[in-house]
């Protein structure tokens, strides 16, 4: 089990991933269960559908490859050819320095070291480079008892006018097949994409949609299980419009 706490307005947090914890009392404090497989019933517990990609990752190396869409592995092997290096980093304040950059300019809420360092041991962080320069970053969280990973953060240069926005592209989609090789030898046998909204969602949604799919990702549908206060504090976060779950 993958869980992290964090505070709001003073109160304890805790996030819980891939697993439900046992136990009266999590079930009555501030708790979620996010991404469920299996099926849970608790009457202390409100569930809510999660719905996400995930591409398996016990298929052979070749195969990986070979279900991308024809696009993506024509990018893949460029950006190889253009000698973008992938690697792993535990460097939390370099991601969050590169991220906050990327979500000033587009508009999303900046991130903590705290908050990301929060992850603790199940974090993992990727980068992509060429000549010395960061050009996308992932951060997952790694569960290998469940044997899953899950991208929470991902970001990159493509709105930095200084950059090419294709060869920037080509090197997001690289570092992908990248994480997924590295993922699939360290045991791990689902790499979830993270979530998207189903119904009634934008374009941009809908090409981040496709965009995972482009790899071979397959939609699956799991749960989110909230205990009581958890969901009436969510249901604060969305009346305050702090919060896009």
């Not at 590169?98 to 603790?120: H, I, Q, W, Y």
């Not at 980068?127 to 008892?145: C, M, N, R, W």
């Not at 970001?155 to 294709?166: I, T, V």
Request: hydrophobic share 35%; aromatic share 14%; charged share 25%.
């Amino acid at each position: 089990m993958i869980w992290y706490s964090r505070k709001f307005y003073g109160l304890n947090v805790h996030d819980n991933w891939f697993s439900v914890r046992p136990g009266l009392l999590n079930k009555l404090s501030i708790h979620s269960f996010n991404h469920i497989r299996e099926n849970y019933n608790s009457p202390l517990l409100i569930k809510e559908p999660n719905y996400t990609v995930e591409l398996d990752l016990t298929k052979p190396r070749e195969k990986i490859l070979e279900d991308f869409s024809r696009t993506v592995k024509a990018q893949v092997r460029k950006s190889e050819e253009e000698g973008v290096i992938c690697y792993f980093d535990t460097n939390i304040s370099k991601f969050v320095q590169f991220f906050n950059e990327f979500a000033a300019s587009k508009g999303l809420a900046p991130e903590t070291d705290e908050r990301v360092a929060s992850f603790g041991s199940s974090l993992r962080i990727s980068y992509a480079e060429l000549d010395g320069q960061i050009l996308a970053a992932h951060t997952y969280v790694f569960d290998p008892v469940q044997k899953i990973v899950r991208q929470m953060h991902s970001a990159s240069k493509r709105f930095d006018e200084k950059f090419d926005r294709n060869k920037i592209g080509r090197a997001n989609k690289y570092l992908h097949y990248r994480d997924m090789l590295a993922f699939k030898e360290e045991g791990i046998e689902a790499y979830d994409f993270g979530g998207y909204t189903p119904v009634n969602s934008k374009e941009v949604i809908d090409s981040l949609l496709q965009f995972k799919l482009d790899f071979g990702g397959v939609k699956k549908v799991s749960a989110n299980y909230f205990t009581l206060p958890y969901y009436l504090l969510r249901s604060l976060y969305i009346m305050l419009g702090t919060t896009k779950n």
